[in-house]
């Protein structure tokens, strides 16, 4: 078991939730706590050490074992925002809000955001903001502030980086959505490994400037799906994703009637949401047709195909059964041919010989005649 890296990533708190080490089998640090006394104790998690993750079977989420430090180096100086000991949202207006929205306080304090004043330019004076944090590793690179008249700003200077970076390590795939919300609501549903974009969708140019930050994270990802907003800019960003990530490792996510993943979460629930994510489909490969792509051609290909062989055996047995019964009646007139043609035969031959002994008769009684009368 190693207790410095995985996947390349450097380990900075080892198990982080000082669960029995080495263990296969244990507790689920998420739901345990929260479970009827005499459930508190059952070995309700696996843990796979190897790759740094947990699965709980009774809350049916994943978590990560350990914490980790940051993946590569900027090659910019940014501004870094101040760690404050910010508010966590603990029986306030913002958490009512969150309700609203299909957000529990449980996954509030999961992914750590906060609440506090700050100066908006919107609108000229300090809001009580939301805070959404922004951390790689154990930096915290960036927050967004979020007012209640859905006024957004990012630190100033501050370097641009996907929200929930660290929730990734470990996995072999994850989402991309477009904003923190729909973080939220995917992690509602039991999905930990999102990420979302810092600022959004626009419909004339994206600036991906945090993918390229980030691009240590997604190396080894076999697997990323895309659930940005099903908008004009949403598509415009989902093709620039696909263009730098490639489509051999890029999923869409059909929301059916709704905008984002915080809607779909609103409309059809935590169950329906999840299993959009699990029956996201590959995006097709440019020139190249999958079997998916071709799986109802290749059905009706193969009911016309067994559709014509049967045919084509039909009227080939058929032909032969003609076949045989021309045989079977045409033998008996074959046969009795063949007896008048040899029947014929001895009697030409027969009658041929009869003619030459009586010739040859005829010879010697001539001869026979002569002798007597000479």
Known sequence: MNREE???????TFNQYSLKEEATQGICPLCSSNRQPKNSKKQCASYDWERGLGTCHNCNTTFQLHTYQRKGASEKVYERPEVVDVNLLIQTKVEEWFKTRGISKSTLLAVGVGEGKEF????????????FNYYMGDQLINIKYRDGRKNFKLYKGAEKIFYNIDSIIGYDSCVIVEGEMDVLALHEAGIKNVISVPNGATLNSNNLDYLDNCIDYLEDKTKIILAVDADEPGLALRQEFVRRLGAEVCFLIDFKDCKDANEYLLEHGTDELKKAVDTATQVPLEGVSTLFDIEDELKDFVKTGLSRVTKLDLKTLIRF????LSILLLLPVFLVLVSLTLLIRWLLVTTISMVGKLRLLHQRITQRISTLIN
Do not use: A, S, V
């Open 6 to 12: 995985i996947n390349g990533f450097l380990i900075d």
């Open 120 to 131: 908006m330019p919107q609108t000229g004076r300090k809001e009580n903001t939301i805070q």
């Open 321 to 324: 059964f003609l076949l045989i």
